[in-house]
């Protein structure tokens, strides 16, 4: 199946899921969400069949949304530690992630403050300073200096883990945590899988994970992320060019969740993640 009959099929099964969520549930969304977002661009590019841009003005709309619909916007730390004290989540409660760390996510912050959300750049470590679409170390440490961006570990160099030794996992997963914590002079405790969904990682690289130091790691699996969410394999929600404020309040709703059940069928990972 082509990419764009894929998005056509993947929107017609997630209206058909939002019309009977309305009619036959409370709308309210229950649990966390996790949005995940990659570059937030100038322009709406035509050329992304991956979904890895949204355009600026399109995400401010989507973040005027949250704030007018008094959606709760916490940081994943926070979301962390309510897992972690298995607490309950407050309805319509949303976190804000950004994966690879593309220079153009210097944008977001302007916005974020605008609205006082927290969000989590996942930095993918060998990016930096390499390539202009990438942010810097000097970006980084910008980013770190507001109290709303948190940065994670989105790995050393994006491979897929699952298969990987021992030595090029300590390279991937700890390295890369050690180089940003001397970078930023803080703990970097939040990871993100390259890639993400499922075959991208097994029970071996979660407990590399954990037994790094992290405290969560965010998958691309689709859906909420109720309280007994393991916290090393969160789950993600993707928005992208195609989510207008129609989509973004179906994906919102978990009118897409069901996705997951494609993705564990599928035996052909994303692009990118």
Not at 48 to 61: G, I, N, R
Request: proline residues 3%; glycine residues 4%; contains cysteine.
């Amino acid at each position: 199946m082509s990419m764009d009959k894929k998005i056509i099929f993947k929107q017609a099964i997630g209206d058909c899921v939002h019309y009977f969520k309305t009619r036959t549930n409370s709308p309210t969304e229950k649990g966390c969400r996790v949005l995940m977002y990659h570059s937030i661009s100038d322009d709406f590019l035509l050329e992304d069949s991956y979904q890895m841009t949204t355009p600026l003005p399109l995400f401010e709309a989507q973040m005027a949304f949250l704030y007018e619909n008094n959606y709760h916007i916490i940081s994943s730390d926070h979301m962390t530690d309510v897992l972690m004290k298995k607490k309950t989540f407050l309805d319509k409660t949303v976190v804000l992630t950004f994966d690879d760390g593309f220079k153009d996510n210097l944008k977001v912050l302007q916005v974020l403050e605008k609205y006082c959300f927290p969000a989590t750049i996942f930095v993918t470590v060998s990016y930096l300073d390499q390539e202009p679409v990438y942010l810097s170390s000097k970006d980084i440490k910008f980013l770190c200096d507001s109290k709303l961006v948190t940065i994670g570990s989105h790995t050393l160099s994006h491979r897929l883990l699952k298969g990987l030794s021992d030595s090029d996992l300590e390279k991937e997963i700890i390295l890369s945590k050690k180089i940003l914590e001397n970078m930023i002079s803080k703990p970097v405790t939040l990871f993100a899988y390259p890639f993400g969904a499922y075959g991208a990682y097994d029970k071996r690289i979660v407990r590399f994970v954990e037994q790094a130091g992290y405290k969560a790691a965010f998958s691309t699996i689709a859906g909420v992320n109720e309280l007994h969410q393991d916290r090393y394999q969160i789950k993600r929600t993707r928005i992208s060019r195609l989510d207008t404020l129609t989509e973004f309040q179906k994906e919102l709703l978990g009118a897409y969740d069901w996705y997951k059940l494609w993705q564990r069928m599928s035996t052909i990972l994303p692009s990118r993640g």
